[in-house]
């Protein structure tokens, strides 16, 4: 969700997708955890990928959000934030 | 930039298994170079950044579903092979005026080599990985080889006369032949792809690569061409 959710700016690479995660706080992400991810978002539709060339070292692969990819993000950060309420509603000792 | 030898290493490694596993060449061109992107943007290494290569090839899923048939290229390498094995004592009759003989050695020997190669190509990772294994087939090819020649003195078996210069000739024609097709074959795979814009700028790896799969096709032939011209300065 939170990959999804930096694409949502605009096409980006996989490097440029882990420091993102990294400076919102969220952890240094390996690129071993993050490609996986973004390829079974590719295989999903979620995202297209375009290959641009390099300034003097290997080309990027950059990775944009499509409409399935933005209705999925939507759904996602819905389940998230319903998650979320009832987590803090039941930690406050809150009814619902 | 992944210049390390131990990235490189890496890097072979993913891809071994990439191909162990039936991935499309485009896929695993894509990989390949999104790892070395990578690596090129963060300054880790491979391990590092990835872990094992054979782990972070597992994770991958791609859209395509992996072909896990044989490689096109062993079928036409086993004719190469056939043709070879009959071809070098048929050209070396021929040099000496005399008839070549067979006794089914060379067809148990190419059942041998046959069947070693399709285990080979199946368990290519393994053994590139673990030396034992590639140690305990080389050891079984050797040791039926040797079966299989001593097996005519041993049981006295009858030898089949021919023609050489026919059997030379039919032969021959299947070297060429399985060059032909060795080609065909290695045309229609894709080999790994690289994706347009990906690679460095001072890619040098693609001449050598060029001239490696121009050549491989005709390995078999160019040393039947080179065996027959030390066979007729000999005779």
Redesign the interface.
């Known amino acids: 969700m939170s990959v999804l959710k930096v694409l949502e700016a605009g096409p980006t690479?996989?490097?440029?997708i882990?420091t993102a995660l990294e400076e919102a706080g969220l952890g240094s992400i390996?690129?071993?955890t993050l490609?996986?991810l973004l390829?079974?978002f590719?295989?999903a539709e979620l995202v297209t990928t375009q290959?641009?060339?390099?300034d003097?070292?290997?080309?990027?692969?950059y990775f944009s959000l499509t409409d399935a990819g933005r209705s999925e993000l939507a759904r996602q950060t819905a389940e998230w934030q319903a998650f979320t309420t009832r987590t803090l509603t039941h930690l406050n000792g809150d009814t619902p | 930039?992944t210049d390390t030898k131990k990235d490189q290493q890496w890097l072979t490694d993913f891809v071994l298994e990439l191909s162990h596993r039936g991935v499309g060449g485009r896929d695993i061109g894509?990989?390949k170079?999104?790892?070395?992107?990578?690596l090129?943007?963060?300054g880790?290494s491979a391990e590092?950044?990835?872990?094992s290569p054979v782990?972070?090839a597992q994770?991958?899923?791609?859209?395509d579903t992996p072909d896990e048939s044989l490689p096109p290229v062993l079928l036409p390498a086993l004719l190469g092979i056939f043709g070879l094995m009959h071809y070098l004592p048929a050209i070396a009759a021929v040099a000496q005026g005399q008839p070549v003989r067979f006794t089914g050695t060379e067809f148990a020997l190419f059942l041998v080599l046959g069947v070693s190669m399709v285990l080979i190509v199946k368990n290519i990772f393994r053994l590139v990985k673990q030396w034992w294994w590639l140690l305990a087939i080389w050891m079984a090819v050797v040791g039926l080889g040797i079966l299989a020649s001593l097996l005519p003195l041993l049981l006295d078996l009858p030898e089949l006369e021919a023609n050489a210069g026919a059997v030379a000739t039919i032969t021959g024609v299947l070297l060429v032949g399985a060059g032909f097709w060795t080609r065909a074959a290695i045309n229609n795979s894709e080999g790994v792809i690289t994706?347009?814009?990906?690679?460095?700028?001072d890619d040098k790896d693609g001449a050598v690569e060029r001239v490696m799969v121009a050549l491989a096709p005709w390995l078999m032939a160019i040393g039947a061409a080179i065996f027959t011209v030390g066979a007729f300065l000999a005779a």
């Open positions: 690479y996989g490097y440029a882990a390996k690129g071993g490609y996986p390829t079974r590719e295989s290959w641009r060339a390099g003097g070292g290997p080309g990027r692969k | 930039m894509d990989a170079a999104s790892v070395e992107s990578h090129a943007d963060s880790e590092e950044a990835f872990g782990d972070y994770a991958l899923e791609f859209a994706p347009p814009n990906a690679a460095s700028t």
